[in-house]
């Protein structure tokens, strides 16, 4: 149910609507706009209608059902785009668009801050970097666990560049927070709700990556399962779903921008790199994405792609990559939107 409060009044009166939601056994979720607030009240869809009483309490305009599946994720909970902080001054959902690079694995340390100098140059404002790596097959390179997670936090030392890296075992989630300014779940990970729950409790942001066959709806979902835990620090990432083409890795769903800008609140970013599967696909992509909306990009970049571990054929080379930033300006530009200036 969503508790719509009236306009400029004693913020008492929603502490005590929200102090109501709590006693009939409801999860009250504040949204302060700036002239009313709303109330989000989730939880037992079951007896949800004990929650209408609310509506006569004094301050309190009306109180509708949430008609979608998804609550918090929704544009009925808060009609105005979130604006999500990654990290001090690196802000997504607004203006800017947001750019992430770098290796599809940290593999030495010579490698990653190479690459984190390249890509800060080009205008990245996160460094990507896979210390666990969920590979499809059990022989393949797992990554370098820890020891790269250190890795990664030097290059931040060394540039300034947050980071951005996946978790793929709630086993590691305390450790992989110790180190990360944003936390990855990757593709194959987008339904393990005990790993959504406990990313839900904690005080970091979540780049949370569409499932190769899941549908908006069950990517909202998802979604929903890390924002009803408390964090509402969630950024949505298309990467490519599976379908019959297979000139691609996965066939980019670019319309799941402007759709999923149709449904939700939540910053949207676009993977060009696992969505093509190749290095000659990853610019036009990147264009088409801003074109169409969205509010990042997470694009993988090595400076030797031929010897990656994984992912080489889709990583640019940081030149190309730079190149990519040059153009990229015009498309950005043009979607009124801005990148950080470079020198
Ligand atoms: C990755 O970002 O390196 C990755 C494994 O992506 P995805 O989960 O989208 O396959
Ligand atoms: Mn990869």
């Known amino acids: 149910m969503i508790i719509v409060m009236q306009q400029n009044i004693d913020k008492q009166l929603t502490k005590a609507v929200e102090a109501r939601i709590k006693e009939l056994g409801y999860v009250p979720h504040i949204i302060s706009g ?16 004990v929650l209408q009483s609310i509506e006569s309490m ?42 992430m690079a770098g290796p599809c694995a940290v593999e030495s340390e010579e490698q990653i801050i190479q690459t984190a100098h390249a890509v800060k140059r080009a205008g990245a404002r996160v460094l990507r970097g896979g210390a666990f790596k969920p590979r499809t097959s059990p022989y393949s390179f797992q990554g370098m666990e820890e020891d790269g997670l250190k890795l990664l936090a030097a290059a931040r030392a060394e540039t300034g560049l947050p980071i951005i890296t996946e978790v793929v075992n709630p086993r590691d ?30 005080d970091k942001p979540i780049l949370l990556k569409r499932g190769m066959s899941a549908t908006i709806q069950e990517f909202l979902m998802s979604a929903e399962y890390i924002l009803a835990e408390g964090n509402r620090r969630v950024v949505l990432c298309e ?61 993988e970049v090595h400076p030797h792609p031929e010897k990656a571990a994984s992912d080489g054929p889709q990583s640019l080379r940081p030149a190309a990559f730079a190149d990519m930033m040059i153009r990229l300006k015009a ?12 020198d």
């Not at 498309?331 to 470079?342: K, S």
């Open 331 to 342: 498309f950005v530009a043009a979607a009124q939107r801005t990148l950080p200036t470079v």
């Open 173 to 202: 989630v305390e450790l992989v927070a110790r180190y990360a300014d944003i936390m990855q779940v990757g593709a194959r990970n987008m339904q393990n709700f005990a790993l959504l729950k406990m990313l839900g409790q904690l």
């Open 58 to 99: 004094p301050g309190v305009e009306k109180v509708v059902p949430i008609l979608k599946p998804y609550k918090l994720a929704s544009l009925e909970v808060s009609p105005q785009p979130s604006r999500v902080e990654l990290a001090p001054g690196v802000v997504i959902g607004g203006e800017e668009i947001i750019v």
């Open 239 to 299: 990467r490519g779903i599976r379908t019959f083409e297979t000139a691609t890795r996965n066939t980019l769903d670019i319309s799941a921008v402007p759709v999923l800008k149709e449904q939700t609140h939540l910053p949207v970013v676009i993977d060009p790199s696992h969505a093509t599967g190749h290095v000659s696909l990853v610019p036009s992509m990147s264009y088409a994405a801003v074109a169409a909306g969205c509010d990042g990009l997470i694009v």
């Open 34 to 49: 700036e002239k009313r607030d709303v109330v989000g009240a989730v939880g037992d869809e079951r007896g949800k209608m």
